[in-house]
T-cell receptor
Framework: GDSVTQMEGPVTLSEEAFLTINCTYT??????LFWYVQYPGEGLQLLLK?????DKGSNKGFEATYRKETTSFHLEKGSVQVSDSAVYFC?????????FGDGTTLTVKP | SAVISQKPSRDICQRGTSLTIQCQVD?????MFWYRQQPGQSLTLIAT?????????ESGFVIDKFPISRPNLTFSTLTVSNMSPEDSSIYLC???????????FGSGTRLTVV
């Protein structure tokens, strides 16, 4: 079956540092890829998406590129803020079914 | 995107009792999903609920334990029945409001069973 593997957390960074959260996947079909963010006490929010190879999803300074050759969808941000502290989930949807990674907790310190 | 109101936001329940979680969507959606998120873990799909038909349950989840109702295109409930401490978790509803290109989630129900 499909699976999503995220880099283990937690990740702690200083404000304005560069962020990378690695995500790789396995899928039998041609999935769409997503990053969701979950702030404390809230549900998941869609952060960005990419629906085909080489697509780049971007939102709020975050970016991720759909790399079919490496089956990866790494999340990056050039300069993180304290307000980016949250749990980040990589996910895929394939044939109508979604699979989520285990989540990576990011803490940004001032 | 759709807006989902999920209630209750949290509850502490006695073992052996049942809790019903409600999700109200501000627009009509065909598919609604119920997930469980155990502490520090990822989301596990419990079932998919389509209006007018019985919910489809994933492996490891059964209707007697997690009955679901979907009376119309904007509302669904999930009941956690005969609860035990192992049911302590966050329960989330979500909808496919982007034609398969991303889901919108409710804010979750944090359930503690004592």
């Amino acid at each position: 079956g499909d699976s999503v593997t995220q880099m283990e957390g937690p990740v702690t960074l200083s404000e304005e540092a560069f962020l990378t959260i690695n995500c790789t996947y396995t899928a039998t079909g041609y999935p769409s890829l997503f990053w969701y963010v979950q702030y404390p006490g809230e549900g998941l929010q869609l952060l960005l998406k990419a629906t085909k190879a080489d697509d780049k999803g971007s939102n709020k300074g975050f970016e991720a590129t759909y790399r079919k050759e490496t089956t990866s969808f790494h999340l990056e941000k050039g300069s993180v803020q304290v307000s980016d502290s949250a749990v980040y989930f990589c996910a895929l949807t394939d044939a109508g079914k979604s699979t989520f990674g285990d989540g990576t907790t990011l803490t940004v310190k001032p | 995107s759709a807006v989902i109101s999920q209630k209750p936001s949290r509850d502490i329940c006695q073992r052996g009792t049942s809790l019903t979680i409600q999700c109200q969507v501000d627009s009509q959606v065909t598919m609604m999903f119920w997930y469980r998120q155990q502490p520090g873990q990822s989301l596990t799909l419990i079932a998919t609920a389509n209006q007018g038909s019985e919910a489809t349950y994933e492996s490891g989840f059964v209707i007697d334990k997690f009955p679901i109702s979907r009376p119309n295109l904007t509302f669904s409930t999930l009941t956690v029945s005969n609860m035990s401490p192992e049911d302590s978790s966050i329960y989330l509803c979500s909808v496919d409001d982007r034609g398969g290109y991303g889901y919108t989630f409710g804010s979750g129900t944090r359930l503690t069973v004592v």
